[in-house]
């Protein structure tokens, strides 16, 4: 018996060594791995973004290898980590559609294509993007499909701009999930199907513009629950409800919703 232990100890400890050993080698190739490909994944993200996109004022021109990518127009990138953290390329007369490459952008906190004309949808890739704090798509008239159900991962999102594209279908209840949500703009869509209850647990929630869709049903009673809201527009839709002043929203918001429920049956 005492052999056997005696025997066994040395083939256990060298296993033990070799597992140790693979683990910090994949440790260390993982490590390296991360810091070298990460910021050529911006480039690559940024150039595969460029590639669907034409610009008759020569907006990207300076998007070549002649400057670092945190140079190009539109870019800004982190000071530490030289990683992109913003892409503002509003009212630059863009025609194109969004390259889902744009979710390896992993440091990404704004993205700013309003004005443009981006058409296609938006990429479900965006919900990667887990730092994006300000999301503007606003003012691209045939930029359609449905609002991605995976945007709902973006959990730092605080501005959501969607207004005045061709969005179409329900509203993701899984945006109920967005709790550092400020202003929720999808004004000026197609949108329809219901109100989804669960946007009353957006806390934080200060402006709400759903004006112009065909959004159908009662707004629900959860909409009392938001503390932070100050305006809320939901008029020209087809919503049923009656001003019934029994209902929560209408005691804790009477002052706006009552003007927002005569816009919807003009
Ligand atoms: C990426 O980072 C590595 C290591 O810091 C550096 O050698 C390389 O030039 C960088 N590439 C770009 C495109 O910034
Ligand atoms: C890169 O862009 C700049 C500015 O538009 C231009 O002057 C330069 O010739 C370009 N370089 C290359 C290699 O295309
Ligand atoms: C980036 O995103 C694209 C498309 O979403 C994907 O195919 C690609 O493998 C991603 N990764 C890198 C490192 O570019
Ligand atoms: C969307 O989210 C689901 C999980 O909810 C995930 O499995 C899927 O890979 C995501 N797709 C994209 C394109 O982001
Ligand atoms: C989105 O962009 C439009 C057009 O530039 C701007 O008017 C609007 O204020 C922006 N929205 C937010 C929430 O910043
Ligand atoms: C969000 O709202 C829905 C419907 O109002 C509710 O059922 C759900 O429990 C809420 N989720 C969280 C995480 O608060
Ligand atoms: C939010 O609502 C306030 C009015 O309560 C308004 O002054 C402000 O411009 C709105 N902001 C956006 C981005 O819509």
């Given at each position: 018996?005492?052999?056997?232990?005696?025997?066994?100890?040395?083939?256990?400890?060298?296993?033990?060594?070799?597992?140790?050993?693979?683990?910090?080698?994949?440790?260390?190739?993982?490590?390296?791995?991360?810091?070298?490909?990460?910021n050529?994944?911006?480039?690559?993200?940024?150039?595969?973004f460029?590639?669907?996109?034409?610009?008759?004022?020569?907006?990207?021109?300076?998007?070549?290898?002649?400057?670092?990518?945190?140079?190009?127009?539109?870019?800004t990138?982190?000071?530490?980590?030289?990683?992109?953290?913003?892409?503002?390329?509003?009212?630059?007369?863009?025609?194109?559609?969004?390259?889902?490459y744009?979710?390896?952008?992993?440091?990404?906190?704004?993205?700013?294509?309003?004005?443009?004309?981006?058409?296609?949808?938006?990429?479900?890739?965006?919900?990667?993007l887990?730092?994006?704090?300000?999301?503007n798509?606003?003012?691209?008239?045939?930029?359609?499909?449905?609002?991605?159900?995976?945007?709902?991962?973006?959990?730092?999102?605080?501005?959501?701009?969607?207004?005045?594209?061709?969005?179409?279908?329900?509203?993701?209840?899984?945006?109920?999930?967005?709790?550092?949500?400020?202003?929720?703009?999808?004004?000026?869509?197609?949108?329809?199907?219901?109100?989804?209850?669960?946007?009353?647990?957006?806390?934080?929630?200060?402006?709400?513009s759903?004006?112009y869709?065909?959004?159908?049903?009662?707004?629900?009673?959860?909409?009392?629950?938001?503390?932070?809201?100050?305006?809320?527009?939901?008029?020209?839709?087809?919503?049923?409800?009656?001003?019934?002043?029994?209902?929560?929203?209408?005691?804790?918001h009477?002052?706006?919703?009552?003007?927002?429920?005569r816009h919807?049956?003009?």
């Open positions: 018996m005492d052999h056997l232990l005696m025997n066994t100890r040395p083939l256990f400890s060298l296993t033990y060594h070799a597992i140790f050993l693979l683990f910090l080698s994949l440790l260390i190739s993982k490590f390296s791995l991360a810091t070298t490909l990460s050529e994944t911006d480039k690559l993200a940024l150039l595969e460029k590639s669907h996109i034409d610009s008759p004022l020569n907006v990207l021109a300076s998007w070549n290898d002649s400057f670092h990518f945190c140079h190009w127009v539109g870019v990138c982190g000071n530490q980590h030289q990683r992109v953290i913003g892409l503002d390329l509003k009212n630059k007369k863009l025609v194109g559609t969004i390259s889902p744009i979710g390896n952008l992993s440091f990404l906190q704004s993205l700013d294509l309003a004005s443009n004309s981006f058409h296609g949808g938006i990429p479900s890739e965006v919900g990667y887990t730092r994006l704090r300000n999301l798509l606003s003012y691209n008239p045939i930029l359609g499909g449905e609002i991605p159900v995976n945007l709902s991962h973006c959990s730092n999102l605080q501005y959501l701009d969607l207004k005045y594209n061709d969005l179409e279908r329900g509203i993701p209840s899984e945006l109920g999930f967005l709790s550092k949500l400020q202003i929720l703009i999808l004004r000026n869509n197609h949108l329809n199907g219901r109100f989804p209850p669960s946007i009353g647990n957006l806390s934080s929630l200060q402006n709400l759903f004006v869709n065909n959004l159908e049903g009662e707004i629900p009673n959860t909409v009392a629950q938001m503390k932070s809201l100050t305006y809320f527009h939901v008029g020209i839709n087809h919503f049923s409800d009656t001003l019934d002043r029994s209902k929560p929203i209408y005691r804790n009477s002052s706006f919703i009552v003007q927002c429920l919807s049956h003009a």
